[in-house]
């Protein structure tokens, strides 16, 4: 592992000529994402998650050290969950050591006070795919990627390569669940990809009734969508960085989530409300499958560029920000109104990456 990764002097990972080129680290093994979150690093009180996947810390969003790697307590089970075949898997390829135990402790590479144009924003599979329900909790969460060097150029060599070290994880027990666990086999990776991070971002959720209005009927006002013809509603949401149990740093809704109150179109927006030295703009919404490793040519016919599920996030790169709308339905199904869903920018955000297999 090189240690450089782990000061928390200022290192520039772009130059002002070339404002928020694309730098990057390579794709971690299957297992490093999902679950809960938990405490951010070098918090107080029980042992939480360890930082498993490489991060980039913008507007002074803290990321302490850990000074002791150590791996004293293997996991032996339950492997609820899990098939024969994954847990024989496991065993093979053992032992394994899960997050938040105390004894086990490891930090995979970061920097701090970063200058970052983000690659590719991550809304999730739920927003995109389900619509909320009235009175469910829903689940909100953002991740937000930054590719470290092009593909063509990524050494992945652990001591001579331009890439961030990573800790390989596996699910053991309860996948998809609240109680959720993956840990660490004491291996390494050298990756091209790492998570960015700030405080000042924030989340903000949005009711504009049966409908939402086209552009110029509805614009960016400082934090807030405003229109001249209609009210959006603010639904407060706590939304803050979390340590996820696959060891990644993201952005996510704490206290169960966001729950719903009434059906209808609401507009869910990520945005910074003040100066921030992170910028989305020209960031390409897209899945982790789609992006964590170099791409593979396809034929034009062969994508799926075009696709919309329940819901299509874009990035605008006016405001610096991106927002998703979505329909709130009641459980039986039935929608709020017959409102139409905006149309979207052209652009290929939301899209699915057609040069990706």
Request: hydrophobic share 35%.
């Given at each position: 592992m090189k240690t450089l990764m782990h000061t928390t002097g200022r290192v520039?990972?772009?130059?002002?000529?070339?404002?928020?080129?694309?730098?990057?680290?390579?794709?971690?093994?299957?297992?490093?994402?999902?679950?809960?979150?938990?405490?951010?690093p070098g918090g107080e009180g029980v042992q939480g998650n360890n930082l498993s996947f490489p991060a980039l810390s913008v507007d002074g969003y803290p990321i302490n050290a850990i000074t002791?790697?150590?791996f004293t307590v293997p996991y032996t089970g339950p492997y609820t969950g899990l098939s024969a075949e994954e847990i024989a898997a496991l065993e093979a390829s053992g032992p394994w050591y899960a997050q938040k135990t105390e004894g086990d402790t490891w930090q995979a590479d970061y920097?701090?006070?970063?200058?970052v144009a983000v690659t590719y924003v991550d809304w999730g599979d739920v927003i995109e795919s389900v619509n909320p329900k009235v009175g469910r909790p829903f689940r909100v969460e953002v991740q937000l990627y930054k590719l470290l060097n092009e593909w063509s150029e990524f050494n992945p060599d652990p001591d001579t390569g331009n890439g961030m070290t990573g800790y390989v994880m596996a699910?053991?027990?309860?996948?998809?669940?609240?109680?959720?666990?993956?840990?660490?086999?004491?291996?390494?990776?050298?990756?091209?990809?790492?998570?960015?991070?700030?405080?000042?971002?924030?989340?903000?959720?949005q009711r504009c009734g049966d409908a939402i209005p086209e552009a110029p009927d509805l614009y960016w006002n400082v934090d807030r969508w405003v229109s001249p013809t209609i009210t959006?509603?603010?639904?407060p949401i706590s939304f803050a960085v979390e340590l996820n149990v696959g060891g990644k740093l993201i952005y996510g809704a704490s206290t169960g989530g966001w729950k719903v109150n009434?059906?209808?179109?609401?507009?869910?927006?990520?945005?910074?409300p003040q100066t921030t030295n992170m910028s989305l703009v020209g960031a390409t919404v897209a899945n982790y499958d789609?992006?964590?490793?170099?791409p593979e040519p396809v034929l034009e016919a062969e994508s799926e560029e075009g696709d919309e599920g329940a819901a299509t996030p874009v990035v605008d790169d006016v405001n610096n920000l991106s927002y998703v709308d979505v329909l709130a339905v009641t459980s039986g199904g039935g929608g709020g109104g017959g409102g139409k869903k905006p149309t979207l920018p052209k652009s290929n955000n939301g899209k699915k990456l057609g040069h990706y297999k």
């Open positions: 520039v990972l772009v130059s002002c000529a070339a404002l928020f080129s694309a730098l990057v680290w390579a794709a971690p093994p299957e297992g490093a994402g999902g679950g809960g979150g938990n405490r951010p002791t790697t150590q920097l701090t006070d970063q200058t699910m053991l027990a309860n996948p998809s669940s609240p109680d959720e666990v993956q840990g660490n086999n004491t291996l390494t990776y050298e990756g091209n990809l790492a998570t960015v991070v700030s405080n000042e971002w924030k989340l903000r959720i959006c509603t603010d639904d009434s059906a209808g179109w609401y507009r869910i927006t990520f945005y910074s789609d992006f964590k490793a170099a």
